[in-house]
Nanobody, 119 residues
Framework: QVQLVESGGGLVQAGGSLRLSCTAS????????MGWYRQAPGKQRELVAT?????NYADSVKGRFTISRDNAKNTVYLQMNSLKPEDTGVYYCNAELTRGVTGLLSHYWGQGTQVTVSS
């Protein structure tokens, strides 16, 4: 009943920028927190950034990435600057929700968007 859809991934040269978007759709939920995770080829999924009333970043992206949220649109963004080849991977959106149907806490994942940084 709740779906997250990511967009904005693509191929970019080192030093370039990309902006990822993730929109939650559905009804009967309240978003408590949203975040971005990534998974490089052959590696485990790792946290990139989260946002609640404050923001949190992985050390590897501090100073380069910025997470923000538009509550009216149920959308979270990830502005990625000064991209490096090490940033290559599939980026996943995550949302922590309180569902109106049950009142229980739930987590949802998007299907991911590919980010490839060359050179």
């Amino acid at each position: 009943q709740v779906q997250l859809v990511e967009s904005g991934g693509g191929l970019v040269q080192a030093g370039g920028s990309l902006r990822l978007s993730c929109t939650a759709s559905g009804s009967s939920f309240i978003i408590n927190a949203m975040g971005w995770y990534r998974q490089a080829p052959g590696k485990q999924r790792e946290l990139v950034a989260t946002i609640t009333s404050s923001t949190n970043y992985a050390d590897s992206v501090k100073g380069r990435f910025t997470i923000s949220r538009d509550n009216a649109k149920n959308t979270v963004y990830l502005q990625m600057n000064s991209l490096k080849p090490e940033d290559t991977g599939v980026y996943y959106c995550n949302a922590e929700l309180t569902r109106g149907v049950t009142g229980l806490l739930s987590h949802y994942w998007g299907q991911g968007t590919q980010v490839t940084v060359s050179s």
